[in-house]
């Protein structure tokens, strides 16, 4: 199945560039406008003195931007014009958004390179046949670890929220601490979230009840089964 090689720019501050991650095709009239953003320093440092380093001495925790991170995908890809004619058809591997939402920061914690396997059974998983190519689909293995996202950063109703050090420091320590529990502990704080959740519920409905009848102000509560 091909990957279409068309996206929707984004708006603010752009970058137009080719998001294949190679040179563009001779008169290829498609060009990527990408809004990037590098993090910030002070949200760098915050996060490694959160997260610690790794063995590469990278940190283990880091935030990107949407459209800034990028990474290998390998396959069939079309490339169409303005209109959405077909230009080409191309087996290769291409740079591509590794997040969605695109325009949103992403918070990542490295994972070690045995996480993935040995090299070979990387490519015995990842590898593609196009036609009379072999592509690994994963992009090369991942010979220093690489980056895998624990969340993204957006509200509730999935509005934007800006990225700060205070956020960025909390969101990589709140990650640690849930990494050290065991899958009962984790069960049993889902338990008591829930159970504060229906206290909290009951609470409030009894001050409404009380507010909307106050005939029964003072008198206790009977269950009917």
């Not at 695109?102 to 015995?124: F, M």
Request: aromatic share 10%.
């Amino acid at each position: 199945m091909g990957h279409p090689f068309t996206m929707n720019p984004s708006g603010g501050k752009s970058t137009a560039c080719p998001c294949n991650g190679a040179p563009a095709a001779p008169n290829s009239v498609i060009r990527v406008l990408r809004e990037t953003h590098e993090t910030p320093g002070s949200v760098r440092r915050r996060l490694r003195l959160a997260g610690g380093i790794n063995r590469y001495g990278e940190p283990n925790y880091r935030a990107v931007w949407g459209w800034s991170r990028l990474t290998w995908i390998g396959g069939k890809w079309e490339d169409r014009d303005e209109h959405g004619r077909l230009r080409r058809e191309t087996v290769q591997l291409r740079q591509v958004p590794k997040y969605i939402p695109h325009d949103r920061w992403h918070i990542e914690r490295w994972c070690p390179p045995e996480l993935y396997g040995s090299p070979v059974e990387w490519y015995a998983r990842t590898l593609e046949v196009e036609g009379n190519r072999s592509i690994p689909a994963l992009g090369p293995y991942p010979e220093r670890g690489e980056y895998e996202l624990c969340f993204t950063l957006q509200g509730e109703n999935g509005e934007f929220v800006q990225l700060t050090p205070t956020v960025a420091e909390h969101a990589a320590r709140l990650v640690e601490l849930c990494r050290g529990f065991t899958s009962q502990q984790r069960k049993a704080a889902l338990a008591a979230r829930q159970q504060r959740e229906e206290q909290q519920y009951e609470a409030w409905a009894y001050d409404v009840l009380d507010d909307a009848v106050p005939a029964l102000h003072g008198l206790p509560f009977v269950t009917v089964l």
